[in-house]
């Protein structure tokens, strides 16, 4: 008589195909938020420091305001996407970072801009987010991907040197730094 194999729970993969491997036993799933994760995105921002929050939203924000929830889980007329980045670890999903971006169809651009939670700060979760916001941005046939940062957001500057963004000059603030990448994908099939 044989020994039945049962799979141990945590090798079962709830996440889908394109999820990203980034350890033993932890997958990273990109996914859209949903209204479900209302709670979850403002536990999120919450949880992020000071610091992480001061960059991400310019200022100073504890919380964001329930007509901004609102504003970004209602779809803010099919120009506004947010994302979530979520550990699944046993079935189990931590969201460590978001992402929201929104569609210029008219320009061809797409602005970003995104936040990881800081205990999970440089280990390619904000390249992750950056790189799911690209493909979405290469199918709506946009050529540019841009975004906005304070100047001190060595963080940030860094995750977009690293993914082949370049700076330029802001021409409205002096304190922000402009983030631009070409999206390449998008202009060949524009060109054809």
Known sequence: MGTAVVPHP???SPVRPDGLRIGAGLMLDIRPMVAADSEALQAHVRGLSMRSRHNRYLGGVNELARAEVERLLGGA??????????????????????AVYAIDRSAGTVEFALSVRDDWQGRGIGAALLGAIAVRAGKAGAGLLHGETLRGNDAMLALAAKVGAVEARHRDDPRLV??????AAASAALAA
């Open 10 to 12: 945590c090798m079962a």
């Open 77 to 98: 007329g099919g120009t506004v996407f947010p994302l979530v980045a979520e550990l699944v670890e046993c079935g189990r999903r931590t969201m460590v970072g978001e």
């Open 178 to 183: 402009r983030i631009e990448r070409r999206l």
